[in-house]
């Protein structure tokens, strides 16, 4: 068990790394004011992060999510075990009560983390080198918070990440589940890998769109305030005023990226888990050791950020 967690980890760190650009784009499309826009789409923000910020502006932020990531793996893995093990019976329904309590329970740490990766995310936005810096970095940026807001302050959009995370990870085992299951990924299958690494994208998409909306939303209570002016005064009243402002279409903003970013993400993760538990188990039999049953797979797989 504690094999799988370290696993998951070091997975997650790899995603993490792949899919950190695209989140930075993701953000600043999600929160971009509509009167005074700066970026006309996904590929256009990219560039002039680029161009504007250098490569390094992409990573802005990066600090937070790999700070959180083990507890998060920890949690989720445990969690989702655990109840997996209590309902008895290993069935898509349970796959997604399993996800869903270890996606709930999880946010207590995803709530702060994504806080500060959103905060430096929009730190220095446009400039190459910020004249005046704001946060140092992830931690001086919780530390700040706190000291200004206190513990609410931390938690700033605590409700809308359950709401997001919730059935997202619900919808990514029970995707994760179903697809494993029709691919029939057995262990002596020799495309066993990349069929994992096909359903682990396609389950964290999947899951992506289930929930993109309140993304949109958590995201702009989490920027809101930065320039120390607060727009929103709770998640009706920003659901409210980005309607009014901008249509339905707000709630898609960012998509693309978050798209491009899912796939490789979670493939990247579900490879370097994969190759990992077969490296630590090289000696026990490999491949097979790794991936025992379709039926366990979510439980050794599943990657800290969808």
Same mark, same amino acid.
């Given at each position: 068990m504690a094999l799988d967690f370290v696993a998951g980890? *070091?997975?997650?760190?790899?995603?993490? &790394?792949?899919?950190?650009?695209?989140?930075?784009v993701k953000v600043r499309l999600q929160v971009q004011s509509v009167d005074k826009p700066l970026y006309r789409g996904t590929f256009h923000c990219f560039q002039s992060i680029v161009r504007q910020e250098s490569v390094f502006g992409l990573y802005?932020? *990066? #600090?937070s999510p790999m700070m959180g990531l083990t507890f998060i793996n920890a949690i989720v893995f445990g969690v989702q075990g655990n109840t997996m093990r209590l309902l008895g019976q290993d069935t898509p &329904?349970?796959?997604? &009560?399993a996800?869903?309590?270890? #996606?709930?329970?999880q946010c207590v740490i995803c709530c702060p983390m994504e806080l500060a990766k959103?905060?430096?995310q929009m730190q220095g936005t446009g400039e190459k080198k910020s004249k005046k810096k704001m946060y140092k970095n992830s931690l001086d940026c919780l530390v700040r918070i706190y000291?200004?807001?206190?513990?609410?302050? *931390?938690?700033?959009?605590?409700?809308s990440t359950f709401i997001r995370e919730t059935p997202a990870f619900g919808v990514y085992f029970l995707a994760y589940d179903v697809l494993t299951r029709s691919l029939g990924c057995e262990p002596d299958d020799p495309y066993m890998i990349p069929k994992l690494l096909f359903a682990g994208g396609m389950s964290g998409i999947a899951s992506w769109i289930s929930t993109y909306p309140v993304d949109v939303i958590k995201s702009r209570l989490q920027a809101d305030g930065v320039g120390g002016v607060n727009q929103y005064s709770g998640i009706m009243d920003c659901v409210r005023q980005s309607w009014q402002k901008e249509g339905w279409r707000v709630f898609s903003r960012g998509l693309t990226s978050t798209l491009l970013r899912a796939f490789p993400v979670n493939a990247t993760t579900f490879a370097t888990v994969t190759l990992f538990l077969m490296y630590m188990r090289g000696d026990e039999g490999g491949l097979k050791d790794c991936e025992p049953t379709p039926h366990a797979l979510p439980q050794q797989a599943q990657?800290?950020? &969808?």
């Open positions: 980890c *070091i997975g997650g760190a790899a995603g993490v &790394l792949v899919g950190h650009p695209f989140d930075t802005k932020g *990066i #600090g &329904l349970n796959q997604f &009560l996800g869903a309590a270890a #996606g709930a329970i959103t905060r430096m000291k200004k807001e206190g513990v609410w302050g *931390i938690n700033r959009g605590m409700v990657p800290s950020s &969808l």
